[in-house]
């Protein structure tokens, strides 16, 4: 499973990012249909501060590791980085499909 944090103070900010990482996720998912995404939505100062102290503007994290600060990444920004993730975890072969599990882990801390 890959870890996706999504690091921002806004709403609007986070929802953004979300949607080019569902987006990326989608495209990677068709080729390894058995891998799944965490994705965690940190809003609140200190967790964000963690990773960066640029707190105004959005960035992300890909499995503990800053990615993107600073500003909105692109589609195939993040798709580069989730495959990186594949690549690390050495699951980038894909498996035969096993059930009707679902492939997109969401929540907002």
């Not at 994705?39 to 993107?68: F, G, H, M, N």
């Not at 909105?72 to 993040?78: C, G, I, L, M, S």
């Not at 594949?86 to 599990?101: D, F, K």
Request: charged share 30%; proline share 6%; hydrophobic share 40%.
């Amino acid at each position: 499973m890959i870890h996706v944090e999504i690091l921002g103070r806004k709403r609007a900010q986070r929802y953004a990012i979300r949607r080019t990482v569902i987006a990326a996720w989608e495209d990677i998912r068709r080729q390894f249909p058995d891998r799944q995404v965490d994705i965690i939505e940190v809003k609140s100062r200190p967790e964000i501060e963690i990773y960066t102290q640029v707190v105004i503007y959005p960035s992300l994290v890909v499995d503990e590791a800053l990615v993107c600060i600073d500003r909105f990444p692109r589609k195939d920004e993040v798709n580069h980085w989730l495959r990186q993730a594949l690549e690390r975890s050495q699951i980038l072969v894909p498996e035969p499909t096993g059930g009707n599990n679902s492939h997109l882990a969401s929540n907002v801390v």
